[in-house]
């Protein structure tokens, strides 16, 4: 059964560090672009970072570059988001997700064929 587990959320501060990571089962990550997105009530889903296969490009939302970084480890079937001066404003339900393109893609959830079932990260004084 192919599944995608993450785990790391939590609360901080504003301007804490967090990370996140996402741990697949039933396939190897190898050949697949990988993502984190999130939402929050009221809110489409919005890509945050991805990374394509074999590391070769990333991309990231505007409002986090500089701050977030993805990052994958093949060998361990897992993939990271290292969250850094974390907003206020990042306070969401975040997701990990699979895409058998190897290609990346923040703005097009649709490619993602395999997603987890999310992990809270609530950012607040």
């Known amino acids: 059964q192919l599944q995608l587990v993450e785990s790391g959320g939590g609360w901080v501060q504003p301007g804490g560090s967090l990370r996140l990571s996402c741990a697949a089962s039933g396939f190897t990550l190898d050949y697949y672009a990988i993502g984190w997105f999130r939402q929050v009530p009221g809110k489409e889903r919005e890509g945050v970072s991805c990374?394509?296969?074999?590391?070769?490009?990333?991309d990231y939302l505007g409002s986090v570059k500089g701050r977030f970084s993805i990052s994958r480890d093949d060998a361990k079937n897992t993939f990271y988001l290292q969250m850094n001066s974390l907003k206020l404003e990042d306070t969401g339900y975040y997701y990990c997700?699979?895409?058998?393109?190897?290609?990346?893609?923040?703005?097009?959830?649709?490619?993602?064929?395999?997603w987890g079932r999310g992990t809270q990260v609530t950012v607040s004084s």
């Open positions: 997700a699979a895409s058998s393109y190897s290609g990346c893609s923040v703005t097009n959830p649709n490619v993602y064929g395999h």
């Open positions: 990374i394509a296969s074999g590391g070769s490009s990333t």
